[in-house]
Each structure stands twice: as structure tokens, then as C-alpha cells.
């Protein structure tokens, strides 16, 4: 799951429009920036495995950031955090939460079973990856539903529709380049590689949005 979880981040963007699309993008991918930040510490480990069908990660120590326990630590402090630092509404906060969230959420749909039910097992992971086909209609049929209800609520706003377009393609890039060179062992292929294009994205969703939705738009 990659571009996946970014239809959370539309998605909550459409339910909550007070909150700048950028800050939903950096949630949806908040658990997997900080796993890239403690592959290049060595804090957590990975490696890749050529032979696999579909991702070719072996995600083998990774308590701190996709365990269910940190799962629900890291969407809790990226919520409050980010409401305090942007004077965001409590509701807002809650949705900033729940798109931290739905990154656990996806990644048990399609990784193998290495995903901590609690800091150290048993590990959970419905192996969706190991059917490269249905995986790749699976997220691409998320993108396209939140993508839908996000240009619905762009409309809504008398917003342009080729912002959205534009960051739709991007998103469709970030899920290809993997596809044409695929990731390399060492910790700054690993771990550097993913969080650049992070980072990445959330500048693409800065540039796609600047400003948010009008006062009075959603609901308190």
C-alpha cells in the first residue's frame, strides 16, 4: 500500500474542509515517515527480498511505528499536536487522527503478516501484497472514490479542478517510479528513498491547496 493511503487523507479532506490538505497528506503517511526516520537510525529493520510477488519488503523489527499500540500513540499525538499548532478545531483534530490511523488500518489489508497486534506479536497482516493485481485495483479504486468526494467538495468551495488533477497525477507518478526502480537494500534506499517522497507529496498538497476551505464550511 502506497498511493492508498492517500484516499484517506482526500477523503478526510472532503468530510473535514477546515483542515489545509497538506496536514491530512502529512497524517496519512505520518506511521511510515517515522519508520523511514528509525530505518536510517537503525532503530527498526527492513530489507528486500527480489523473490517476493508484489512488494518485495521484509518488514522484520518494527514495533515503534507499525505495532497497533504505537499505531494508536502516533495518530493520538499527530491529531493534538497538529490542532494545537494550527489552532485547528477539536473535530478537525479527531479527523487528523483517524487519517494517522487509517494508515494501520490500510497496511492490514495488504502486508503479510508483520504487523505487531501488540509492541512485539503477534503479528497480523491479511497479505493482500502477495496478489499484486487485486492490490494494485484496491488502491487505485480508493484513490479514485476519495478523489471523487475531494474534487465534490473543491466544487463545493468554487475551486479549480486543475490543481486536483495535477496532484491526482502526481500521486499516480509516486506509485509507478516504485514499479520502474525498485527499492535497494541499505538503510538510505530503505528508509531515505520513502521519506523524500514523503515529503514530497506533502509539498505537491500545499501547492494543490495554499489556503483552506472558508470559515463556516463543515460542521463544528
Not at 28 to 46: H, Y
Not at 56 to 61: A, E
Not at 67 to 83: C, F, K
Amino acid at each position: 500500500m502506497f498511493v492508498g493511503h492517500y484516499a484517506a487523507a482526500l477523503a478526510a479532506r472532503a468530510a473535514e474542509p477546515r483542515v489545509p490538505l497538506w496536514t491530512y497528506v502529512l497524517g496519512c503517511q505520518a506511521i511510515d515517515i517515522a519508520w523511514s526516520g528509525l530505518i536510517l537510525a537503525g532503530v527498526e529493520r527492513a530489507s528486500v527480498d527480489p523473490s517476493l510477488p508484489g512488494s518485495t519488503l521484509v518488514l522484520s523489527h518494527m514495533p515503534y511505528t507499525h505495532s497497533l499500540p504505537a499505531a494508536v500513540l502516533w495518530s493520538v499525538a499527530v491529531g493534538a499536536g497538529l490542532m494545537a499548532l494550527l489552532k485547528l478545531p477539536r473535530r478537525a483534530g479527531v479527523f487528523i487522527g483517524l487519517t494517522v490511523f487509517s494508515h494501520w488500518v490500510l497496511d492490514f489489508l495488504v502486508h503479510r503478516p508483520d504487523l505487531p497486534l501488540l509492541w512485539n506479536g503477534p503479528m497480523v497482516g491479511l497479505g493482500l501484497w502477495n496478489h499484486p493485481l487485486p492490490e494494485e485495483v484496491l488502491e487505485m479504486g480508493l484513490l479514485a472514490l476519495a478523489g471523487a468526494a475531494w474534487g465534490w467538495r473543491r466544487g463545493q468551495e468554487g475551486q479549480g479542478w486543475k490543481p486536483a488533477l495535477a496532484f491526482l497525477a502526481f500521486l499516480l507518478c509516486l506509485q509507478v517510479v516504485p514499479m520502474l526502480s525498485p527499492l535497494g537494500e541499505g538503510r538510505l534506499s530503505l528508509g531515505g528513498s520513502p521519506l523524500v517522497a514523503y515529503l514530497v507529496a506533502c509539498v505537491a498538497a500545499w501547492m494543490a491547496e495554499p489556503t483552506v476551505a472558508k470559515p463556516g464550511v463543515g460542521r463544528a
